[in-house]
């Protein structure tokens, strides 16, 4: 008899305690639910996360100095050093973030330096760029004529009509440096042995073989996708000038 009686309480008691737990989750989740959609309200309400696609936005996402045949679906490799009167191919990328298909967008590519600011390198005009894409142009650019030294290559977007945000369609690209075409692994002003040493062990390297990552467009002097004689032949040309010459 005592023993049903104290089976029975114990019973009761598991049957409550499990009552009372789902009773506390569903309480928790309840609140938790409510939790959620109040936050979500709030997000909303201050266009955070939530926050609609504008009707029109422009986004310059990337400039990079490099050289011709890279990979566009991977990182592309930069050129950080040009050799005076040699070029780059400057690679832009160029977002349509907004709702709508722009049409004749202007995107210009600059130079600065210290003195100079904005000097226009090319302009391009994209036809046509639907909601959600982007597109990479590239452009060469000539370092004929410049003096030796560091410079920084950007990309703006001219706003279209109805562009509230602005701010992203400037993008400022890394600084590359104007040197004596050879001078790119020791950076001391000369053309010497380890420079040439340097390009002379990335011979008939291009930008797949033997492999991406093992390409260095610096030593793709002439910027014509592979390193080879032509490169070395330019730099045993420029042996012992320096940028004081
Ligand atoms: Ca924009
Ligand atoms: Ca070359």
């Given at each position: 008899m005592f023993h049903n009686f104290y089976r029975e309480i114990k019973f009761n008691n598991y049957k409550?305690?499990?009552?009372?737990n789902r009773t506390v989750s569903v309480f928790l989740t309840?609140?938790?639910?409510?939790?959620?959609v109040t936050l979500i309200m709030n997000v909303k309400r201050l266009g955070i996360g939530f926050a609609e696609t504008p009707e029109h936005d422009i986004v310059v996402s990337n400039v990079v100095p490099s050289t011709p045949g890279v990979n566009l679906s991977a990182p592309i490799p930069k050129k950080t050093i040009l050799?005076?009167?040699?070029?780059?191919?400057?690679?832009?990328?160029?977002?349509?973030?907004?709702?709508?298909?722009?049409?004749?967008?202007?995107?210009?590519?600059?130079?600065?330096?210290?003195?100079?600011?904005?000097q226009t390198i090319y302009s391009f005009v994209i036809s046509e760029l639907a909601a959600s894409t982007f597109i990479i142009l590239n452009t060469a650019w000539n370092t004929g004529g410049l003096m030796y030294g560091n410079y920084t290559i950007s990309g703006y977007a001219v706003p279209v009509l109805g562009e509230e945000n602005i701010t992203n369609n400037?993008?400022?690209?890394?600084?590359?440096?104007?040197g004596v075409p050879c001078d790119i692994y020791w950076l001391d002003g000369y053309c010497?042995?380890?420079?040439?040493?340097?390009i002379t062990s990335?011979?008939?390297?291009?930008?797949?073989?033997?492999?991406?990552?093992?390409w260095d467009p610096n030593a793709d002097i002439n910027n014509d996708g592979v390193v080879n004689m032509r490169d070395i032949g330019i730099a045993?040309?420029?042996f012992y000038k320096s940028e004081w010459d």
């Amino acid at each position: 008899m005592f023993h049903n009686f104290y089976r029975e309480i114990k019973f009761n008691n598991y049957k409550m305690g499990k009552l009372l737990n789902r009773t506390v989750s569903v309480f928790l989740t309840g609140l938790l639910l409510i939790g959620m959609v109040t936050l979500i309200m709030n997000v909303k309400r201050l266009g955070i996360g939530f926050a609609e696609t504008p009707e029109h936005d422009i986004v310059v996402s990337n400039v990079v100095p490099s050289t011709p045949g890279v990979n566009l679906s991977a990182p592309i490799p930069k050129k950080t050093i040009l050799g005076r009167g040699y070029s780059t191919t400057i690679y832009v990328a160029v977002e349509n973030q907004g709702r709508n298909t722009e049409t004749d967008l202007q995107i210009d590519i600059y130079w600065s330096n210290s003195t100079h600011f904005n000097q226009t390198i090319y302009s391009f005009v994209i036809s046509e760029l639907a909601a959600s894409t982007f597109i990479i142009l590239n452009t060469a650019w000539n370092t004929g004529g410049l003096m030796y030294g560091n410079y920084t290559i950007s990309g703006y977007a001219v706003p279209v009509l109805g562009e509230e945000n602005i701010t992203n369609n400037l993008f400022i690209g890394s600084d590359v440096k104007v040197g004596v075409p050879c001078d790119i692994y020791w950076l001391d002003g000369y053309c010497n042995m380890r420079d040439i040493g340097y390009i002379t062990s990335h011979f008939m390297t291009t930008p797949t073989e033997p492999q991406e990552t093992g390409w260095d467009p610096n030593a793709d002097i002439n910027n014509d996708g592979v390193v080879n004689m032509r490169d070395i032949g330019i730099a045993a040309n420029n042996f012992y000038k320096s940028e004081w010459d």
